[in-house]
Structure formats: C-alpha cells, structure tokens
C-alpha cells in the first residue's frame, strides 16, 4: 500500500479522502490556494502546499503544479476527488509519465467516456442499449433525414458535452435548421469541438445511474444503483439508494449492462454509469462517469463498503476482494447537498463568514463537511458546504432521521439550502417516490411556508433572543458578583437546557 498520497482537491471530498488515508495509515498531502489557506482539508491533512492564486487554473487545475507537489512531498499516487482533474485523461497520462500513481481510470478509458458519441460506437458495438439516435456527429441534411425517422421532439446534443451543457431540444422539423447551427457554434465555443448527434426525445425522464468497481485484472462488478432525479439546472440536490423505482430483477439488469459498459471500456478503479429511465421503466445508457461521486456515501452506506479505501487497494494493483455474489444491499440511504445559496434570492450562491454551526449527528447520520465555524466560505469554487446523509432500515425511516436532523442543523451568517430539503422530504410525492427530473423545478412553483409574508419578523425576533442566549457567556452553577450596595443577588443563569431549548424554540421550522 502507498505510504504517502497527494490529494489534488479542496472541501469536503478532500476531507474525506484524507479520513480514509488516516485510516489506512497513508499520510496525506493537500493542496491549497490563496482563498483556502484556512480551508478545513488544510487543516486536517498531515502535510500541506501553497499552489498559487484562487484561479483555478492557476492552482487546483494546474497539472504541473500539481505533480510538482507530488514530486517534492514523495507522495506515491494522486487521489483526484471529484470535478478539477478527476476526469482529465491528459493528467491521468502525466501522472503515469511521471511514474505517480493516479488513483482512478486510465487515460484511454477516460477519452472513451469524454466523447459522447465515441462511447455511443463502443457500446453498440458491446450491446449497451442507450437512446435510439446516431452514434457519430452529423451534418444538417443526414440530421434531418434521421430526425424525420425517429420522429421529433428531439434532442441535439454536443458530443465533447455532458451535464446538460450544449443540449437543445427540437419539437418540428421547422426548428430544425436554426436549432442545430446554434449548437454547433455553442459546442465549439464551449468545448472547442462543433460535433453534434442527435437522440430521439425521453420526456419527463428519471436519472439512475449504477455505481460500478474494476480492479486492474478485468474484473468489474456493480454496487447498486442511484436514484438522482431530484436537480435543478443540472445540478444535483438530494440522491437516494436504493432508486424507489428499481426492483431486484431491474437492479440485475441495469447492473448487468453497467458491468458491460465498464469491461467495453476495459474499466478500472470506482465509475458510474448513468441512464436514463422513462415513464415505461425503460433505461437507456446516457453517458459515463469515470470518477468517484459526490453521492458515493448512499451507497457506501447500503453496501458497508468504504469506496475509497476500495479505490487506493485497486490504484495499488490488488484485486477486488469480493465477487458479485458476495455484494448485497441492506436499507435505505438519502443525501441532502448543503449549499451556500440563498433560497430566497433563486438559489443564488451565498459566500461569507460562518458565524455560528451547529451540527446534527445521532442514529442513521453521516455529515461530510468542509465548513467549521469561524471559516469563510469562498466565491471562487463550487458552493457545496456539506453532505448530509440519513439512513434507515427502509426509505421512511431514513427520511424521518434526515428530517430530525436537519431540524438540528443550524449554519449562521451564511444563506444555506438547508430549508430546502425540508420542504422536499416532506412533499407527498417525493415520500411516494413519485420523483423525475421535472420534481424539483414543480416543487418549487408551488407555495410553502418558506414563503410566508411573517417569516422576516419571526426570523428577527428569533435572531435577536438567539443571539442573546447563544454563546453562553455565564458557567452554569457560576455566581455573578454581588455588587457592594448590598443589592439582591441576581438570579441563577438560565440552565444550558433552558438556553437550548429555548434557541431552538425559536430557530425556523
Ligand atoms: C436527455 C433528456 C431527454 N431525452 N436526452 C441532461 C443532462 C445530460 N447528461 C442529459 N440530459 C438529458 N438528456 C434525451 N434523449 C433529458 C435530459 C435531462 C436530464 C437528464 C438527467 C438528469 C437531469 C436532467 C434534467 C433535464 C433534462
């Protein structure tokens, strides 16, 4: 095993990633930027380096920094997190070329996945079924040949896209012609690449995507799928697994497939192959991701398994420890992304100064953070904050826990989403299961009381009696000095029971 790891990211993922290294007796070196040099992973990692300004492509995404660091602290392997370099072949490549260990994917399955329309030619050859359309760039007149074959709405998409970036959709063939020049000169502005292919049209869809492990001797296996149609503008809000809509014989399928995409790919190390699933349960390969997730918690908690510690035992060149068969799920696990946003400024990022946390644990909870109090949170990076994660024997329980606990999650000085997520663990549909990729946009056009005209003065008078009984500033049991006049003492400082009580009386419901 690696004795010493270099951890090419910031936040929470950082954090994580250093816990297993702890746990795996691996020193850790982080990286940190101007903006984070009080960040939380600075702080908990056993070495750290200065690599340059807040831009990230002058810090976080620059290779050679990077591997400089790699080079001057003696670390063995780079764990690249998730976003900055994590799906960057070229890096991958530097880092074989540099004799550092990159614990992921190799390059050439990563520029497998990062072409769109390149994976789609591989997985029909491997037999994957993915959403009828053409498997190559096309030009306007072989596009509207085969749009008038698979009959419209349907989408254009950029083949160097994903994530929803460069995406158009085209309901009559009318459309067609304005439609496909405007992607293609968005594609090459966004992506420096015009191709652009076309799918036939999944309306109102889910998002499941299957988690999946290679090891470095073809063997690859699945762990469970997640249910993540619950995103606004692309980008995820709460995930689950199990899904509410797959069931064993559905999860053997998809799992199925999802081992074939990764062995198509000649897969190693933690990956996840995304579908999507329409209205019939039907499920279509949509693309794949070649790194370790945000929502990897849900299924660590249904497998038991710890997926980085999986992921450094396969980057060291073992075999996976288990078979399929040995893999079974047990329960129910949700996960809430805490942003720094405002929700009632349209979730518009909310950076600043965290004055006052106050964190939720107890039975079923497993909070991933980057924040301390005290910290402030920069505008340079993604506003994730936090993961929180219930689990529970079956999906009921694992939503009341969450619920409880965010009922005790309390982040002052900064705009959170936390409210957010009450309103969704208590929507009926969502407690139904009922959720597609249109759930949260529909949830939010609709009233709740987070939108109650009384709520600024209930949160004034809440604040000002919050911020005269929190901190403490008297010792219980402690005696106030008596003044010389010989006035009656004064009275006993409220108990700590009664000052918390009374604060969370009146923090927000
Ligand atoms: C689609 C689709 C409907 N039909 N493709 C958006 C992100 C990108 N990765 C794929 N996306 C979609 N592709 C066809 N042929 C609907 C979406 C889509 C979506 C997909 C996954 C998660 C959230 C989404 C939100 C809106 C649209």
């Not at 012609?177 to 076309?198: K, L, M, T």
């Not at 693309?287 to 035992?313: A, I, K, S, Y």
């Not at 073992?318 to 809430?336: M, N, T, V, Y």
Request: charged residues 25%.
């Amino acid at each position: 095993m690696f004795k010493r790891v270099l951890i090419a990211n910031r936040g929470e993922i950082a954090v994580r990633v250093i816990r297993a290294c702890r746990e795996m007796a691996i020193e850790s070196v982080t990286v940190f930027s101007d903006v984070d040099r009080k960040a939380l992973h600075v702080r908990k990692a056993d070495y750290a380096y200065h690599i340059g300004p807040a831009t990230a492509s002058e810090s976080y995404l620059n290779v050679e920094k990077i591997l400089d660091v790699a080079h001057r602290s003696g670390a063995e392997a780079v764990h690249p997190g998730y976003g900055f370099l994590s799906e960057n072949a070229n890096f991958a490549r530097a880092c074989r070329d540099a004799g550092v260990k990159f614990v992921g994917p190799s390059p050439e399955s990563m520029e497998m996945m990062g072409s769109k329309t390149r994976a789609r030619q591989n997985m029909k050859r491997a037999g994957v079924p993915f959403v009828p359309g053409s498997e190559r760039g096309l030009d306007l007149d072989a596009m509207e040949r085969l749009a008038e074959q698979i009959g419209y709405p349907i989408m254009l998409k950029a083949a160097a896209g994903g994530g929803g970036k460069g995406m158009r959709l085209v309901s009559s063939a009318s459309e067609l012609h304005s439609a496909y020049e405007n992607a293609r000169s968005e594609a090459q502005r966004a992506f420096g690449d015009n191709e652009v292919y076309i799918e036939k049209y999944i309306a109102n869809p889910r998002h499941v995507e299957m988690q999946i492990f290679g090891d470095e001797h073809g063997n690859v296996v699945y762990l469970g799928e997640r249910e993540c149609s619950v995103q606004r503008r692309h980008q995820k809000v709460l995930e689950e697994s199990p899904s509410p809509i797959v069931d064993d014989e559905m999860r053997r399928r998809m799992g199925e497939i999802a081992v074939r995409v990764g062995k198509a790919a000649n897969y190693f190390n933690a990956g996840t192959v995304e579908f999507l699933v329409d209205q019939q349960r039907n499920f279509y390969f949509l693309e794949m991701n070649t790194r370790l997730q945000v929502e990897h918690p849900v299924t660590e908690f249904v497998t038991g398994l710890d997926l980085v510690h999986l992921q450094m035992h396969i980057a060291a060149g073992e075999r996976l420890p288990f078979k399929q068969e040995d893999i079974s799920l047990r329960g129910h696990a949700i996960e809430c992304r805490i942003y720094a946003e405002d929700p009632d400024n349209n979730y518009f990022p909310s950076p600043g100064q965290i004055t006052r946390l106050i964190s939720p644990s107890g039975p079923g909870i497993r909070r991933d953070s980057g924040m301390y109090e005290g910290w402030t949170v920069p505008i340079e990076y993604d506003p994730l904050l936090a993961k929180l994660v219930g689990y529970g024997e079956d999906r009921e329980q694992a939503i009341n826990r969450l619920l409880r606990a965010l009922y005790e999650y309390f982040v002052g000085g900064i705009k959170t989403n936390v409210s957010l997520f009450r309103r969704i663990l208590k929507d009926p549909d969502f407690r139904a299961g009922n959720i597609d990729t249109g759930f949260l946009d529909r949830l939010l056009t609709k009233p709740s009381n987070e939108t109650d005209v009384r709520r600024p003065i209930i949160a004034a008078i809440g604040a000002a009696i919050f911020a005269t009984t929190e901190p403490q500033t008297t010792l219980p049991g402690a005696t106030l000095a008596v003044p010389v006049n010989g006035s009656p003492p004064p009275p006993e400082p409220a108990s700590n029971w009664r000052r918390t009580a009374r604060a969370d009386a009146v923090r927000e419901r």
